[in-house]
């Protein structure tokens, strides 16, 4: 049976196609990703927050949250 | 061919675990993953660094770093 991973973010536009590699290279025979905007969709703020996402992006895997931080290459700003 | 993914750590032993989740999660078809220990593989410091590594645990992928929070949570400390 597959695990449900889903991965929360907000929009940003210079972090978020390389933070969702990450959903991306999750087993597909493991995992179902779930790719959720929380900004778009702000009645899944509250599930977010149950399953510990305490910023955004972050990717819940197996019940746990974890926090993503890309940090923009100063390059992808000129 | 198969693109090889890199998690940096430095064995946190409340995170290490969760944290090599994601590592586990990653789609053996398209990743060869390689779990590096940086207190223990100092001579990799460089390469790490080389490749974008700010803090760890990282996880090198597609050439990018991330950098990835898991916060452990209370109850692991009790």
Known sequence: MKTKAVFY???CPVCVAAEQN???ALDPKRYDVEVVHLGSSKS???E???AGV???PALVLDG???HIN???GIEALK
């Open 9 to 11: 973010h907000a929009g």
């Open 22 to 24: 990450i959903a991306a």
């Open 44 to 46: 899944r703020v509250g």
């Open 48 to 50: 977010a927050e149950q």
């Open 54 to 56: 305490k910023s955004v």
């Open 64 to 66: 746990l949250a974890y």
């Open 70 to 72: 890309f940090g923009a």
